[in-house]
């Protein structure tokens, strides 16, 4: 057995071992620096980064991006109309009892009834009959022109101030529950139709009028409809009530 030194490496061979450690070392500390931030970037993003739940977060974003709803258009304000006089409240009762189912204790005129029908709220109301406007119990076609005809009892109410103010249809803001409601369809001069208005609605826009009557048989009619839609081009008039 030889006890002579083992050979030493070449400078050249030394020279190779570094340049190879060092490369294995650089490797290495490549390696763990991707290690490293990974594991840093999944605890900033995890559930308590910031104390922040990213599902609220992403709630938040779709709430931000969602467009507003647009808001509702305020109600129309209606008027509050006084209350109803008993008077007038009885003739209204009577209306919208009848306007239908016809009050077998009166006649019928075909299909010309609304004035008689009109005459009969009045009565409702508490008019009493005279020899100028009278019902005639067995015979209805016996009654006055003025309790049976629109145009008649137009220019009867034109001679009974007492009874009548005339208002066409420009004075809705003085038209109340009760009054009558004549109509020209044609404008020929005379009164087509008579009705007694039931509900009045006024709001910032104006002042809307319905009225119960037979022949049209209605409870609420509305006489923008019926002198724009049923009978285009004609005219509203009005009887404001003083009993």
């Not at 019928?108 to 109301?125: E, P, W």
């Not at 016996?142 to 008649?152: E, G, I, L, P």
């Amino acid at each position: 057995m030889s006890d002579a030194p083992p050979p030493q490496p070449s400078e050249g061979s030394r020279r190779r071992r570094m340049t190879i450690a060092l490369a294995i070392s650089a490797a290495l500390i490549a390696i763990a620096v991707v290690v490293i931030g990974a594991v840093t970037s999944a605890d900033t993003s995890g559930p308590d980064a910031d104390g922040a739940d990213p599902a609220a977060v992403t709630e938040t974003a779709d709430v931000i991006e969602r467009p507003m709803p647009t808001a509702a258009p305020e109600p129309t304000a209606v008027a509050v109309e006084p209350a109803l006089t008993p008077q007038v409240q009885a003739q209204i009762d009577y209306a919208l009892k009848y306007w239908k189912d016809y009050n077998p204790e009166y006649g019928v005129l075909g299909i010309t009834d609304c004035v008689n029908f009109a005459s009969q709220t009045l009565i409702a109301r508490g008019w009493e009959q005279d020899d100028e406007w009278y019902n005639d119990p067995v015979d209805v076609y016996k009654a006055s022109d003025t309790w049976r005809s629109s145009t008649a009892m137009r220019d009867w109410l034109a001679t009974r101030p007492d009874l009548a103010t005339p208002l066409d249809d420009t004075q809705r803001d003085e038209v109340e529950v009760g009054d009558i409601a004549q109509f020209d369809w044609d404008n020929s001069g005379d009164r087509d139709h008579t009705g007694i208005v039931t509900k009045i609605e006024r709001t910032a826009a104006g002042t809307k009028i319905y009225f119960a009557g037979h022949t049209l048989d209605s409870d609420y009619r509305d006489v923008d409809t019926a002198i724009t839609v049923d009978h285009p081009g004609g005219t509203a008039y009005y009887w404001s009530l003083e009993q």
